[in-house]
DNA sequence: CGCACTCAGATGACATTGTCAAGTGAGTCG
DNA sequence: CGACTCACTTGACAATGTCATCTGAGTGCG
């Protein structure tokens, strides 16, 4: 027998994990609450409980995916045995290999819905220091971490996002997505 | 009286104009086939005739977006009054306007489906020859002008993305997202 | 210990949507 | 002029998001 809370917590829990599957199996499409119940064990009104609506949910998926990628983070940022550089180079290829493992969930947290929830909000924002402390070793001076951070988190999506969409084709560029990470973080500083 | 062929091409267009006009205006959600049918002044199956699906109108959509921006780069091409940087200069805040100005077809246009039809791909090639040529322009050598086009690409993908989803805060990156690009570009060669 | 209560979850219902089969009528061609 | 073609309409259906209502198991008070 479990109290109240926590088997509404575990459900929440099931509910934020089923439709985390779902994204990565089929897409986004793929996520139907039916189709979330079912695989949290629950029935599909259930989500309904613990989310206002369907974006809300997304919205934790997406804030559970940030988070992910923050305790990665964590990891590197507190691990000064590594110089800083291949620091940010392997924090760096964790993004990507978050973009090419999971795509759906990748195109979702860096979409528009997520920056109307505040707990995602949150979540993203914490990783975001997480990686600015990373390039801050880099850089040396904090003050312009924080431009030549953005530079590098939008040259990362935007590579992301030409893998993901096929726009990066070998034969139109010449290049591959880990050659251009490689520039991009050779153009640092 | 119009021939045939030609209501029906007519039809066609005021077709996708319809769904682009939608999707400018709420969103990949408001594009109902119902609600694209009203406004190109048909009925809700209408589509059907011209399309195998709702998402090859979505893709035509996004063909149309990217021979829209395919034709202002063909201008640019053509000038050889302005210094190359400045032709580039303005071939990159193009796209950004476009980034901002419509950003649901924006995303649409790096989105996934999109390199599934044959006709989508083929726009996108040719405006990404387009934007290499001004590119191998500024750069000289035609030859690096592919990878240091795709970075560049990707990074403008990239600061669009980081506005729209709201992620490109002032207080966290103490940068906009024009002076991201500057710094893009500054950072070519 | 027992009972009323709370609330997570189940269920029925409904409007909306994508999709297709069948129908229709205006342009087309012999 | 009559048969035909085909773009478009209409009716229908399954799937989906959402809500109102219901139910039963855990909870607190006597």
């Known amino acids: 027998m479990v109290s109240r809370v926590e088997s509404a917590a575990a459900t929440r829990r099931a509910l934020v994990d089923a ?3 779902l994204l990565d199996e089929g897409g986004v499409d ?15 009104g259930a989500p309904y409980g613990h989310f206002p609506d369907k974006e809300h949910l997304l919205a934790a998926v997406a804030t559970k995916s940030w988070e992910a990628v923050g305790e ?3 990891t590197l940022v507190a691990d000064r045995s590594r110089p800083p550089t ?19 969930a990748y195109a979702l947290m860096f979409s528009a819905p997520t920056a109307e929830h505040p707990e995602a ?9 997480q ?6 070793d880099v850089i040396g001076d904090p003050q312009r971490a924080r431009p030549i951070g953005a530079l590098v988190m939008a040259g990362v999506q935007g590579i992301i996002a030409m ?26 500083g």
Request: proline share 1%.
């Open 19 to 21: 439709a985390a599957e």
């Open 30 to 44: 793929a996520v139907t609450l039916r189709a979330v119940g079912a695989r949290a064990g629950v029935s599909r």
């Open 72 to 74: 990665q983070l964590d």
């Open 86 to 104: 291949e620091r940010l180079e392997l924090a760096l290829a964790g993004l990507m290999d978050v973009g090419r493992r999971r795509p759906h």
């Open 121 to 129: 909000v949150a979540a993203v924002s914490r990783t975001h220091d």
């Open 131 to 136: 990686f600015l402390a990373i390039v801050a």
């Open 163 to 188: 893998e993901n969409s096929g726009h990066l084709t070998a034969e139109k560029w010449q290049v591959t997505g880990d050659e251009l990470l490689r520039m991009l973080i050779g153009r640092i």
